[in-house]
Nanobody, 125 residues
Framework: QVQLVESGGGSVQAGDSLRLSCVAS????????LGWFRQAPGKEREFVAS????????NYLDSVKGRFTISRDNAKNTVYLHMGSLKPEDTAIYYC??????????????????WGQGTQVIVSS
């Protein structure tokens, strides 16, 4: 069983930056593909970014490319989402997710077996 705990959310102005963190339990963190998803009020959960267990492959939602960066620190069992040039449409609850060991870092939620509780991001114009 893997437990994920996000932090770093908050209320910011458009154009600001935030860094979300997600700490995972478990001894085999380096083998997990990891992802970030978000859910805005009244909308379905959507993929934001993913990073493979090897950390060489990353993938992003088109609307965040060039503004968001996903990274991982296996020594700290932590995955990060650095969000720059934030826009009001980035307002959502952000969730981190972990897939099964050596699995695929996909944009589809069913590929992820473990989920955090979410952290709120509010961007004001």
């Amino acid at each position: 069983q893997v437990q994920l705990v996000e932090s770093g959310g908050g209320s910011v102005q458009a154009g600001d930056s935030l860094r979300l963190s997600c700490v995972a339990s478990g001894r085999t963190f380096s083998s997990y593909p990891l992802g970030w998803f978000r859910q805005a009020p009244g909308k379905e959960r959507e993929f934001v970014a993913s990073i493979g267990w090897s950390a060489f492959r990353t993938n992003y939602l088109d609307s965040v490319k060039g503004r968001f960066t996903i990274s991982r620190d296996n020594a700290k069992n932590t995955v990060y989402l650095h969000m720059g040039s934030l826009k009001p449409e980035d307002t959502a609850i952000y969730y981190c997710a972990a897939g099964r060991a050596y699995g695929r870092a996909d944009s589809q939620a069913p590929y992820y077996a473990y989920w955090g509780q979410g952290t709120q991001v509010i961007v004001s114009s």
